[in-house]
């Protein structure tokens, strides 16, 4: 099982950026792509970013494409969210996920660990 950490969440004003990280720990091997997700109060929690661990290949909703980053340090173990040009609608606890699969899953049910989840607010 892989463990999953995030930090780096915070408050922002809009037009503001933050960068999330998620370190993995454990049987990080086991898990060939790794996304983030996010979740505001009263709403279902959603794809924000992928990334296939060995290619780096990403991909990234389209609510936030443009915006968001997502990349990898494979020597750390660590995948960050680089988040820009914030808006209020942003807000949200983000969780960082790993699955097994090969691909950039984008349903929460594609993932099989999952981070404790960070608090981002942006503020207007």
């Known amino acids: 099982q892989v463990q999953l950490v995030e930090s780096g969440g915070g408050l922002v004003q809009a037009g503001g950026s933050l960068r999330l990280s998620c370190a993995a720990s454990?049987?990080?091997?086991?898990?060939?792509?790794m996304a983030w997700f996010r979740q505001a109060p009263g709403r279902v929690r959603e794809f924000v970013a992928g990334?296939?661990?060995?290619?780096?290949?990403?991909y990234v909703a389209n609510s936030v494409k443009g915006r968001f980053t997502i990349s990898r340090d494979t020597v750390k173990n660590t995948v960050y969210l680089q988040m820009s040009s914030l808006k209020p609608e942003d807000t949200a606890v983000y969780y960082c996920?790993?699955?097994?699969?090969?691909?950039?899953?984008?349903?929460?049910?594609?993932?099989?660990?999952w981070g404790q989840g960070t608090q981002v607010t942006v503020s207007s």
């Open positions: 996920a790993g699955r097994l699969g090969v691909g950039i899953g984008t349903t929460t049910n594609e993932y099989s660990s």
């Open positions: 454990g049987r990080t091997f086991s898990s060939r792509a």
């Open positions: 990334i296939n661990w060995s290619a780096g290949t990403t």
